[in-house]
């Protein structure tokens, strides 16, 4: 049972609502873009840093977060993976934020409704934690707006308790999973800088 | 009874390269949760809280964790499933 006020739940209906008209609107882009072809021409007029694909819209800088590249040092298979992931997704991330939307008046919600709201939540906090350009460092980014930071801060809040339910409804682990994964083959630590060549924070 | 047979066998180099896994790397950002990290790598590759917890502590203080490898197809499944959950998830072949 959901115990939240009426604000907040107005606030959870909201957030989501609003990102996911921006992701309507690269999805509609993108159906555009491939019936014309005239997406042709290599530019990156957002700003993402990411490259530019045709055939599909480039995503704003506030949205980079939800579309991550799997490969940085190879244009080429990422062109491809875009090609094939981006509309998948777009409409996973959309699907989860349409229920956190719908279902943020709900008294009682399903497995499955609490799973999309962990989704909904996370991608809310990664758009407003790229927005307010959240550090590791913990120091208050610079000249931030008051009211998106506390939005952040409840959802994320609101997110640790929904992981620490959903944690206790897992399935057993799987047997040899954890004897699977090869020995970190770079060595320790990583070479100080991320896959976007920022800095690393410093280790504890 | 069998007579022996001349296999070809292709240079160990190509075997190497044939066999090379790809590797799926979590890398650390300063947005996603500590607990959510965890219980989204239990739910995805079945490892246990401890196991997940340690990979997660790679990503934070590390920079990055490996945390599935296997074939280019199967890469790119998990890089997919841990992008779906907001993760910053690239692929690299081994070695490379």
Redesign the interface.
């Given at each position: 049972v959901l115990r939240l006020s009426a604000p907040e739940r107005a606030l959870l209906a909201n957030l989501p609502k609003e990102i996911d008209e921006v992701l309507a609107a690269l999805g509609s882009a993108g159906d555009h873009d491939v019936d014309d072809g005239q997406s042709t021409e290599p530019s990156d007029p957002a700003g993402s840093g990411f490259p530019a694909i045709a055939g599909v819209p480039a995503v704003p800088p506030s949205l980079k977060r939800l579309f991550p590249p799997a490969y940085t040092r190879d244009d080429e298979a990422e062109r491809a993976y875009v090609g094939a992931a981006r509309s998948e997704l777009l409409d996973h991330h959309r699907q989860a934020l349409q229920t956190l939307s719908d279902t943020a008046t709900a008294k009682v919600l399903d497995a499955e409704q609490l799973q999309q709201w962990m989704t909904a939540l996370n991608d809310v906090r990664l758009v407003l934690g790229t927005v307010l350009d959240v550090r590791e460092d913990g120091e208050p980014p610079p000249g931030q707006l008051p009211q998106q930071l506390i939005y952040y801060h409840y959802l994320s809040g609101l997110q640790v308790e929904l992981v620490d339910f959903l944690s206790g409804w897992l399935p057993l682990p799987t047997p040899g999973a954890d004897d699977l994964i090869p020995d970190d083959p770079w060595g320790e630590p990583l070479g100080g800088l991320r896959w976007d060549g920022t800095p690393l924070p410093e280790g504890p | 009874l069998t007579a022996p047979v001349e296999v070809e066998r292709p240079a160990t180099e190509q075997v190497l390269e044939a066999d090379l896994?790809w590797?799926v790397i979590v890398?650390?950002?300063?947005?996603?949760?500590m607990?959510?990290v965890t219980?989204v790598f239990?739910?995805l590759?079945?490892?246990?809280?401890s196991?997940a917890h340690k990979?997660m502590l790679?990503v934070h203080?590390?920079?990055?964790?490996?945390?599935?490898?296997g074939s280019r197809e199967r890469a790119?499944m998990d890089?997919?499933r841990l992008?779906?959950?907001?993760?910053?998830?690239?692929?690299?072949r081994?070695?490379?």
């Open positions: - | 896994p590797l890398w650390n950002d300063p947005i996603n949760l607990a959510y219980f239990q739910k590759f079945g490892f246990s809280k196991k990979l790679d203080f590390k920079g990055r964790a490996v945390v599935s490898s790119e890089v997919t992008h779906q959950h907001g993760l910053w998830a690239t692929m690299e081994s070695g490379t």
